[in-house]
């Protein structure tokens, strides 16, 4: 996990354990403040008042289509895209100057997009009619048309009723400013924008050949906004710049303008006060669903639509609401990942691709992997972590991108809660509900986190986790430390003696005591909640294709050495909750996995309400059956990374 250091002049990173500049966030360096000539001059569709339509020209049922507006002399302040007639359109990104859609049937469509520019009094009406001629043949469809900042990442996938495993698939580019570092990945793309002088549009190519020769293709619009991005701002000196198409959930919320200036922009470089941004819990502290998303800043509308729907439905909701007290904003964006708090904002930044429900919210997601997945790959172990519920995982649901499957209620909220339990540990961990009325209005979360420090402090000078060898492990897995070469050498055996004796819920939280408090918060309310169960296990790589346990446990926090500690970050983080030592004495004891198994065939380790620390026979274990696809979805987790990314700006 990278820390932020707040320096006099700039801002520079360090994980726990090591240090760094600006230079070495972990992260890979954003793409040069340079432009790039075109690979080819990209035709507008139409003209009008000094905008510029670009988008497909043939277009036919079933096809994925974009279109994308560009000012030819001006800054487009804000855009809103309507559809005025044919077949219902599902345009999930109608603010943003691109948008990409399925054509459903073929017929007549109209869109209206009004525009207004910086400065101007009122908007810029244009529509624009096509036609989707009948099908013939089934087409390749690019997912999806989006607009990016300048020297921002993107990513595209391609969907084909080809076999695309067996056909050949070429991407290239076809017309607009040359991108950066394109890198063809199968059925994906990835690639950085250069910087530009105005807004700019990019047309990307895929074409898939069957091995009979049949020929599907689809071209992708992307367009590039020039925008201001200060090089000591709190993003872009983390190597990120992120994007310009947020808006808050609610449009008359009281925030609206403090929370678009204060929490997420390529030019935020100071941390606002609680006069202009408070914490939840300084302005009430029974929030309702509608004060959370009054502080909701999203890219895309559906994203806080699923967020109230959580709210509102979940079993955690309730904890949610109190929870989010301790945090001014809630960022949702299809281009955070990972998920992290910081408190040089006091929000939480929460990655779209656990809120999605339909596939075509899913397109309009960043599928650029986290930067982190590389780390630690010259290990001879891996510890691995899931949720189960009921012997089964939790999340239960398989959903590979290209069978374009709908989400259950019950995936999302498992995939929500955990990430929002753990993420908002952070928060409260910083600010918790004992501090809320006593910050000045003119001070600031940066500043009181420097002059009060943390419960996670407290926590590590009370109960210190003792193993130097897994802190040193954790910071090459999580961190990006280089392996030395007696790392190099431990396999699931060797850890035993590591881990299994210390007080730690998991691996992760031995990179730093920040998310030591939040997982040992997170697993608690996990079981406590929603009766979901934590497993982790050591793991040999080498020679192992089976994933054999060396050692494992499910329920580890509710282990009699690691329970103080759990009170501890509960009671500080949720006093809503009561008592939790007769909680935890009504939880299950837990339970060690089979070592003589695979971490799949360890799934079912007996009844959920067991008393005592044992583990199945092989037998029973043996008649748990996992299909090909399912093993090779499930065998992502074996990475064992945590999706949360911790921020935090030194003393």
Same mark, same amino acid.
């Given at each position: 996990?990278?820390?932020?250091?707040?320096?006099?002049?700039?801002?520079?990173?360090?994980?726990?354990?090591?240090?760094?500049?600006?230079?070495?966030?972990?992260?890979?360096?954003?793409?040069?403040?340079?432009?790039?000539?075109?690979?080819?001059?990209?035709?507008?569709?139409?003209?009008?008042?000094?905008?510029?339509?670009?988008?497909?020209?043939?277009?036919?049922?079933?096809?994925?289509?974009?279109?994308?507006?560009?000012?030819?002399?001006?800054?487009?302040?804000?855009?809103?895209?309507?559809?005025?007639?044919?077949?219902?359109?599902?345009?999930?990104?109608?603010?943003?100057?691109?948008?990409?859609?399925?054509?459903?049937?073929?017929?007549?469509?109209?869109?209206?997009?009004?525009?207004?520019?910086?400065?101007?009094?009122?908007?810029?009406?244009?529509?624009?009619?096509?036609?989707?001629?009948?099908?013939?043949?089934?087409?390749?469809?690019?997912?999806?048309?989006?607009?990016?900042?300048?020297?921002?990442?993107?990513?595209?996938?391609?969907?084909?009723?080809?076999?695309?495993?067996?056909?050949?698939?070429?991407?290239?580019?076809?017309?607009?400013?040359?991108?950066?570092?394109?890198?063809?990945?199968?059925?994906?793309?990835?690639?950085?924008?250069?910087?530009?002088?105005?807004?700019?549009?990019?047309?990307?190519?895929?074409?898939?050949?069957?091995?009979?020769?049949?020929?599907?293709?689809?071209?992708?619009?992307?367009?590039?906004?020039?925008?201001?991005?200060?090089?000591?701002?709190?993003?872009?000196?983390?190597?990120?710049?992120?994007?310009?198409?947020?808006?808050?959930?609610?449009?008359?919320?009281?925030?609206?303008?403090?929370?678009?200036?204060?929490?997420?922009?390529?030019?935020?470089?100071?941390?606002?006060?609680?006069?202009?941004?408070?914490?939840?819990?300084?302005?009430?502290?029974?929030?309702?669903?509608?004060?959370?998303?009054?502080?909701?800043?999203?890219?895309?509308?559906?994203?806080?639509?699923?967020?109230?729907?959580?709210?509102?439905?979940?079993?955690?909701?309730?904890?949610?609401?109190?929870?989010?007290?301790?945090?001014?904003?809630?960022?949702?964006?299809?281009?955070?990942?990972?998920?992290?708090?910081?408190?040089?904002?006091?929000?939480?930044?929460?990655?779209?691709?656990?809120?999605?429900?339909?596939?075509?919210?899913?397109?309009?997601?960043?599928?650029?992997?986290?930067?982190?997945?590389?780390?630690?790959?010259?290990?001879?172990?891996?510890?691995?972590?899931?949720?189960?519920?009921?012997?089964?995982?939790?999340?239960?649901?398989?959903?590979?991108?290209?069978?374009?499957?709908?989400?259950?209620?019950?995936?999302? &909220?498992? !995939? +929500? $809660?955990?990430?929002? #339990?753990?993420? @908002?540990?952070?928060?409260? *961990? /910083?600010?918790?509900?004992?501090?809320?009325?006593?910050?000045?209005?003119?001070?600031?979360?940066?500043?009181?986190?420097?002059?009060?420090?943390?419960?996670?402090?407290?926590?590590?000078?009370?109960?210190?986790?003792?193993?130097?060898?897994?802190?040193?492990?954790?910071?090459?897995?999580?961190?990006?430390?280089?392996?030395?070469?007696?790392?190099?050498?431990?396999?699931?055996?060797?850890?035993?003696?590591?881990? &299994?004796? !210390? +007080? $730690?819920?998991?691996? #992760?939280?031995? @990179?730093?005591?920040?998310? *030591? /408090?939040?997982?040992?918060?997170?697993?608690?309310?996990?079981?406590?909640?929603?009766?979901?169960?934590?497993?982790?296990?050591?793991?040999?790589?080498?020679?192992?294709?089976?994933?054999?346990?060396?050692?494992?446990?499910?329920?580890?926090?509710?282990?009699?050495?690691?329970?103080?500690?759990?009170?501890?970050?509960?009671?500080?983080?949720?006093?809503?909750?009561?008592?939790?030592?007769?909680?935890?004495?009504?939880?299950?004891?837990?339970?060690?996995?089979?070592?003589?198994?695979?971490?799949?065939?360890?799934?079912?380790?007996?009844?959920?309400?067991?008393?005592?620390?044992?583990?199945?026979?092989?037998?029973?274990?043996?008649?748990?059956?996992?299909?090909?696809?399912?093993?090779?979805?499930?065998?992502?987790?074996?990475?064992?990374?945590?999706?949360?990314?911790?921020?935090?700006?030194?003393?």
């Amino acid at each position: 996990m990278k820390y932020f250091f707040l320096l006099p002049v700039t801002m520079v990173l360090t994980a726990c354990g090591g240090s760094g500049s600006s230079e070495n966030t972990g992260r890979d360096p954003l793409p040069p403040p340079v432009t790039t000539p075109d690979v080819a001059e990209l035709e507008a569709l139409t003209s009008q008042s000094g905008l510029s339509l670009y988008g497909d020209s043939s277009i036919t049922s079933f096809d994925s289509v974009g279109f994308a507006i560009t000012a030819d002399n001006a800054e487009i302040a804000s855009i809103s895209w309507t559809q005025v007639s044919g077949p219902s359109l599902q345009i999930l990104s109608n603010r943003s100057q691109t948008i990409g859609f399925d054509v459903p049937q073929a017929g007549d469509y109209m869109l209206r997009a009004s525009v207004t520019l910086e400065g101007a009094n009122a908007p810029i009406t244009m529509e624009h009619s096509f036609t989707a001629a009948e099908s013939v043949q089934a087409n390749a469809n690019v997912r999806l048309d989006h607009s990016v900042v300048e020297r921002g990442s993107v990513s595209l996938r391609v969907n084909s009723s080809l076999d695309l495993e067996q056909s050949t698939i070429s991407w290239e580019q076809i017309a607009g400013p040359e991108v950066l570092d394109f890198t063809p990945q199968e059925d994906d793309l990835f690639f950085d924008v250069p910087e530009v002088d105005r807004d700019r549009v990019v047309q990307i190519r895929v074409t898939v050949t069957s091995p009979s020769g049949q020929v599907q293709s689809d071209d992708s619009f992307i367009t590039i906004d020039n925008t201001v991005i200060n090089e000591n701002g709190y993003f872009p000196d983390n190597q990120q710049v992120v994007s310009t198409d947020m808006f808050v959930f609610n449009d008359d919320s009281p925030f609206k303008n403090a929370v678009e200036d204060c929490v997420y922009n390529n030019v935020l470089d100071r941390t606002c006060t609680f006069e202009t941004l408070p914490l939840i819990g300084q302005t009430t502290s029974t929030p309702t669903i509608e004060d959370i998303l009054d502080r909701t800043l999203v890219s895309h509308e559906w994203m806080g639509e699923r967020f109230k729907q959580y709210l509102e439905s979940s079993a955690a909701g309730p904890d949610m609401l109190n929870l989010l007290r301790g945090v001014t904003a809630v960022v949702i964006s299809y281009d955070v990942r990972p998920s992290f708090y910081w408190v040089a904002t006091g929000a939480i930044y929460l990655d779209a691709d656990n809120f999605w429900v339909t596939p075509n919210e899913r397109d309009t997601l960043n599928e650029a992997p986290d930067f982190r997945a590389n780390f630690g790959n010259d290990l001879n172990f891996i510890i691995p972590w899931r949720y189960v519920k009921n012997n089964e995982y939790y999340p239960a649901g398989i959903y590979p991108s290209e069978q374009r499957g709908m989400r259950t209620f019950e995936d999302l &909220e498992a !995939d +929500i $809660s955990w990430l929002m #339990y753990h993420e @908002l540990g952070h928060a409260n *961990d /910083f600010f918790p509900p004992n501090t809320w009325n006593t910050f000045s209005q003119s001070s600031d979360p940066l500043t009181e986190f420097r002059q009060n420090g943390t419960n996670s402090d407290i926590l590590d000078r009370s109960f210190p986790l003792r193993s130097d060898e897994m802190h040193a492990l954790a910071d090459v897995r999580f961190a990006g430390v280089d392996a030395n070469d007696v790392q190099k050498t431990y396999n699931g055996d060797d850890l035993i003696p590591f881990f &299994e004796p !210390d +007080i $730690s819920p998991a691996f #992760y939280s031995y @990179l730093n005591e920040r998310e *030591d /408090f939040a997982t040992l918060f997170e697993r608690f309310m996990m079981k406590y909640r929603l009766d979901a169960s934590a497993d982790v296990a050591l793991i040999t790589r080498e020679d192992n294709p089976n994933f054999i346990v060396s050692w494992g446990q499910r329920d580890r926090f509710n282990h009699a050495d690691i329970q103080a500690r759990v009170r501890f970050a509960v009671e500080n983080v949720l006093p809503e909750v009561g008592d939790v030592e007769a909680i935890q004495a009504s939880l299950p004891a837990p339970v060690l996995m089979n070592s003589s198994l695979s971490w799949f065939d360890n799934l079912v380790l007996g009844q959920s309400n067991s008393n005592s620390v044992s583990a199945l026979s092989s037998s029973t274990q043996n008649n748990i059956e996992v299909s090909d696809q399912i093993r090779e979805f499930r065998e992502q987790e074996l990475q064992g990374l945590h999706q949360d990314e911790f921020k935090l700006p030194s003393q």
